[in-house]
């Protein structure tokens, strides 16, 4: 059970706007930051957002993360066939003294 | 650029040992701490371990300690995760990883390719 908690699917259609959760569960999380990653099919996974809210180098606008109290979001708008991935949010544990990631959610372009 | 190229992955025997390295370059390798990452087939990413700039300072994961060590050379600006004592489990392919900033508490930013282990008789 991973102290960041993730839906492990989402969808929508081309030109939708859809959000993906990252809940965090322990103290020694919730108070850091979040960052977003896209991991296409066979590919290493690829920073998409920072700080919460920070684009990543050459990342589309159409990509935005956001974090209120113990959770985070990472919104994607006008949605493409090219968007479908895996998405994985990851924090730095305190008591871990390393980071941690969510579960992953499975985004599915219909 | 950041450039991060895994190598030394392949099949080894439950006990068998394998070693792992990481080419960096486009930046400067011993100002960062730097991270071994992995991911089991069909499963999300697991921190591995960690080593501070200087090597001064190593982090693991309770699921390799003991097992693992990770080490560096900044002079040819490359990682390295030696492993030990392989069990099933730690099938996975293991990717090295530059944190975004030079924060000792920094999330990955950068990824190399990544590199199968495969733990299987």
């Known amino acids: 059970q991973s102290v960041l908690t993730q839906p492990p699917s989402a969808s929508g259609t081309p030109g939708q706007r859809v959000t993906i959760s990252c809940s965090g569960s322990?103290?020694?999380?919730?108070?850091?930051?979040i960052n977003w990653y896209q991991q296409l099919p066979g590919t290493a996974p690829k920073l998409l957002i920072s700080s919460n809210n920070q684009r990543s180098s050459g990342v589309p606008d159409r990509f935005s993360g956001s974090k209120s109290g113990t959770s985070a979001s990472l919104a994607i708008s006008g949605l493409q066939s090219e968007d479908e991935a895996d998405y994985y949010c990851?924090?730095?544990?305190?008591?871990?003294?390393?980071?941690?990631f969510g579960g992953g959610t499975k985004l599915t372009v219909l | 650029q950041v450039h991060l190229v895994d190598s030394g992955g392949g099949l080894v025997k439950p006990g068998g040992s394998l070693r792992l390295s990481c080419a960096a370059s486009g930046f400067t390798f011993s100002d960062y701490y730097m991270t071994w990452i992995r991911q089991a087939p069909g499963k999300g990413l697991e921190w591995v371990s960690d080593i501070s700039g200087s090597s001064r300072y190593t982090n693991y994961a309770d699921s390799v300690k003991g097992r693992f060590t990770i080490s560096r050379d900044n002079a040819k600006n490359s990682l390295y995760l030696q492993m030990e004592s392989l069990r099933a489990d730690d099938t996975a392919v293991y990717y090295c990883a530059r944190p975004v900033t030079r924060d000792g508490d920094s999330l990955p930013g950068y990824w190399g390719q990544g590199s199968l282990v495969t733990v299987s008789s």
């Open positions: 322990s103290s020694s999380v919730v108070s850091n930051t």
């Open positions: 990851a924090a730095w544990d305190d008591s871990l003294n390393g980071p941690v």
